[in-house]
């Protein structure tokens, strides 16, 4: 089974508006953390926002904010007020504590599109 | 912040030669460091977990004597492609993750290695 699963594999939207990027996971581990990361052309990966399973709160980080569903395992991640810049792939991903929150495991990721 | 330098950037090379890749942390030690590789329009598949002064894990699938990791230092691990073949072009990307920063610390990853073998 797929640990990380990204079912959108594009998005558009329009600048300035809103735009959530869907990610459910699977784990029977009951500590992990999620993360999401963007990928520009360029191909460096730039980290975005880290939720903690434990976490009570939905974690946010000025644009970015993460729409964090325990029970339903996804972890969607909501960027406001879009901008041209923000058009990239975008990744989510899982890391256990049955792997010493070592190993990153990466969904098939979501391109973004951003239009004038 | 945390930053992980990978060398060189871009390689392009004739198939049979080795590919030597370097991946850096700049301003944290990291006994473990990850290679990826991800083909055009794919997600970022895990080849090897780096350990600092021993042998490198392998993923199911990779060929150890294709892909060697040598990890001599807390702060650099080296990934070389061994007799390179057009097959093995592809993207190479490493991260790491510092030693003293908590469970939630994110990777961080270097720029990436874009292989090209003619």
């Known amino acids: 089974a797929q640990k990380i699963t990204q079912t959108q594999p594009g998005m558009f939207v329009q600048e300035k508006e809103a735009v959530t990027l869907d990610c459910t996971y699977d784990t029977s581990d009951p500590s992990y953390g999620l993360f999401w990361y963007k990928q520009p052309s360029s191909g460096e990966m730039i980290f975005l926002i880290y939720q903690g399973s434990y976490d009570q709160q939905n974690a946010t980080e000025g644009r970015y904010s993460l729409n964090f569903q325990k029970a339903r395992k996804s972890a969607n991640l909501v960027i406001s007020a879009s901008q041209l810049g923000d058009s990239a792939m975008y990744f989510c991903a899982m890391r256990e504590r049955n792997t010493g929150f070592q190993k990153l495991v990466f969904g098939t990721g979501t391109r973004l599109l951003v239009s004038p | 912040g945390a930053v992980v330098s990978q060398h060189p950037s871009r390689v392009i090379c004739k198939s049979g030669t080795s590919v030597k890749i370097e991946c850096r942390s700049l301003d944290f030690q990291a006994t473990t460091m990850f290679w990826y590789r991800q083909f055009p329009k794919q997600s970022l598949m895990l080849m090897a977990t780096s350990n600092e002064g021993s042998k490198a894990t392998y993923e199911q699938g990779v060929e150890k004597d294709k ?3 040598n990890h001599a230092s ?21 991260s790491a993750r510092d ?3 908590e469970y939630s610390q994110p990777q961080h990853f270097g720029d990436g290695t874009r292989l090209s073998i003619l």
């Open chain 2, 99 to 101: 030693l003293a920063g």
């Open chain 2, 74 to 94: 807390l702060t650099l691990s080296t990934l070389t492609v061994t007799s390179a073949h057009p097959e093995d072009s592809s993207f190479y990307i490493c």
């Open chain 2, 67 to 69: 892909f060697l990791i």
